[in-house]
């Protein structure tokens, strides 16, 4: 069963908007994390954004914020005032627990196209 | 944070024959694991690294075709063995410095097999 749903393949945004990037997850954990990832056209993969599963607040970090809502598990990616830059895949990803330690399970991506 | 050198950056080779690529981080890190994006998807978890011990392979992946190594907490290999066009894919080498904390991911290695 997918643990990390992302239901847009490819969204289009107009510059300086903003949009948000929809990321359901599935865990029976109560201590798990969400994290949101960004993969230019080079293929490094960028760290965003990080929520862990016990916090009240929703995270930030500059034009990026994460939208969670525990109890829809949910954890969409919302960036303001798009830039060109901004073009690009996004990856949301969750930590869980194994019994030999903690795993990354990546969702399948949502590429993100910013139109001038 | 943790600075990763993977190497090589990309690599074509010919079918049958087998590749290593190389992890060295700056840091000791707790996991590190190896990850295989092929064309226009997303990461799949091949296997984590334990250090000193056979790695932790996940479902469809096994040690003789993707044999893996970590001789010691900054370094990690990962051979693609008797490869076929079907390997052709990105090959990404990530850690976690601490536990709970994020991946940081190496530049990755785009491998081709004619």
């Known amino acids: 069963a997918q643990k990390i749903t992302q239901t847009q393949p490819g969204m289009f945004v107009q510059e300086k908007e903003a949009v948000t990037l929809d990321c359901t997850y599935d865990?029976?954990?109560?201590?798990?994390?969400l994290f949101w990832y960004k993969q230019p056209s080079s293929g490094e993969m960028i760290f965003l954004i990080y929520?862990?599963?016990?916090?009240?607040q929703n995270a930030t970090e500059g034009r990026y914020s994460l939208n969670f809502q525990k109890a829809r598990k949910s954890a969409n990616l919302v960036i303001s005032a798009s830039q060109l830059g901004d073009s690009a895949m996004y990856f949301c990803?969750?930590?869980?627990?194994?019994?030999?330690?903690?795993?990354?399970?990546f969702g399948p991506g949502t590429r993100l196209s910013v139109l001038p | 944070s943790a600075v990763i050198s993977q190497k090589p950056s990309r690599d074509i080779c010919q079918r049958g024959t087998s590749l290593t690529i190389q992890c060295q981080v700056d840091?000791?890190?707790?996991?590190m694991f190896w990850y295989r994006q092929q064309p226009g998807q997303s990461l799949t978890l091949i296997a984590t690294?334990?250090?000193?011990?056979?790695?932790?392979?996940e479902s469809g992946f096994v040690i003789d075709k993707f044999p893996i190594s970590r001789p010691n907490l900054t370094f990690s290999t990962l051979t693609v063995s008797n490869m076929s066009p079907e390997d052709s894919s990105i090959y990404l080498c990530?850690?976690?410095?601490?536990?709970?904390?994020?991946?940081?991911f190496g530049s990755g290695t785009q491998l081709s097999v004619l």
């Open positions: 990530s850690v976690e410095v601490r536990v709970g904390e994020k991946l940081f």
């Open positions: 865990t029976s954990d109560p201590s798990y994390g």
């Open positions: 929520q862990g599963s016990y916090d009240q």
């Open positions: 990803a969750m930590r869980e627990q194994r019994h030999y330690g903690q795993n990354f399970v």
């Open positions: 840091s000791q890190v707790t996991m």
């Open positions: 690294a334990n250090q000193g011990s056979e790695a932790t392979y």
